[in-house]
């Protein structure tokens, strides 16, 4: 939390190395559950929202689940405000065949709403306001272990995202080298 950030041409080339060292991602159980976006960047072919979404908030959350209509779905959770404001929307993506070996999601924009979280303390549900994001893309997926996910969309926006669990200072310091 108070590490100073490696600049984005030193994370893009360690992205890169990355991506050439492991080659074709599987994709299998790994993907599925909470993510916490670490880095990104957006492509100026990026849509307006994620360009102004993005950059405004620090917490940034993917889920990997299944919806309760049954959708494959990553939920994406963008917290603006620290405890009251958030933005979600849900892109269902089509699992690939096992046979093509492909890591690219086909994804489509399910639904979008903002959430503003007041009267907590007293039961009331979070209002939601319905938002009018649509849209088509793919998401390949890059590189994926058990702690990290790199992905690239479709607009050129490349995105790190690391388990929560690792996020810790005793985390970082386990794999500072010797």
């Known amino acids: 939390p108070n590490a100073t950030p490696l600049p984005d041409a030193v994370v893009e080339s360690l992205i890169v190395q990355v991506e050439e060292a492991t080659g074709p991602v599987k994709i299998d159980t790994r993907l599925a559950g909470e993510w916490q976006q670490v880095w990104q960047r957006t492509a100026k072919e990026g849509t307006t929202s994620q360009k102004v979404i993005s950059p405004r908030s620090s917490k940034l959350f993917q889920n990997f689940i299944v919806d309760d209509d049954g959708d494959s779905i990553f939920r994406n959770l963008v917290q603006v405000t620290k405890c009251r404001v958030g933005i979600v929307f849900d ?9 093509t070996l492909s890591s690219r999601l086909p994804s489509t924009i399910k639904v979008a709403r903002l959430e503003i979280r007041i009267g907590r303390r007293f ?14 893309g793919w998401l390949d997926v890059t590189y994926l272990s058990d702690e990290m996910r790199i992905t690239r969309g479709n607009r050129g926006g490349v995105f790190v995202h690391m388990r929560d669990t690792q996020l810790t200072r005793a985390a970082a310091e386990a794999t500072r080298p010797a």
């Open 91 to 99: 892109v269902a993506y089509d699992v690939p065949d096992e046979k």
């Open 123 to 136: 039961g009331w549900k979070p209002l939601r306001i319905p938002l009018p994001l649509k849209g088509k």
